[in-house]
């Protein structure tokens, strides 16, 4: 009976402390689903453009019509990602008023160095929507080294700020903002994956 008492005790603590611990989905659902929907609409609008300039090529004056979207309005749209993905970081990590002094111009740095493998990424993600159903065995190894060199540079940025932001906030609360941002950029891969087809093999 006394055993039962406590596993019934032990589950009633492990259920409160789910109620109380903090998940990314539930402080913000909102911004979550407007960076999927602003993924969605960059690589949706990627790989259309990509089958315009197919159809332009095999049709005389099929290309003549302009595309609604341009490389500028993407840029737009990268530019949302970036500050919902700020918001997201702001919504779920619990800083001090002096913790937050310290840690917003290291978090602005840390996102201005990441710009650069991204830029890498989209471009990736143009030339293998343009050359999908003509890519040769040579571009396919690019490709893949592209794609790995991409995340590996992501990756080792991120491990690069852990100790930038151990020495401004305490190392628990860099743990928070490396496992806020890991699930940010799994969230966006998700979203690659689901909206990028798999290579085309015939």
Known sequence: MFLASGVV????????????????QKKNVKAVLGLVTVLFVCNVWI???????SAAQSVPGAGAQSNNI??????LLREDIRAQRKQITAQNMTLT???ATRFWPIFDQYRKEAIKPNDERWELIKDYAANYYTMTDAQVDNYIKRSTAVDQ???ALRMKYVSVF??????KKTALWYQIDRRIDLLINLQLSATIPM???K
Do not use: H, W
Request: with cysteine; net charge negative.
């Open 199 to 201: 290579v085309y093999t």
């Open 70 to 75: 341009t490389d500028r309005d993407i840029e």
């Open 97 to 99: 008023a002096d913790e």
């Open 47 to 53: 790989f259309a453009q990509a089958s315009q300039n």
């Open 9 to 24: 005790c032990k589950a009633g603590m492990a259920a409160n402390a789910s109620e109380r611990r903090p998940t990314l």
């Open 153 to 155: 540079e992501l990756l």
């Open 166 to 171: 151990e020495k401004a906030i305490s190392p």
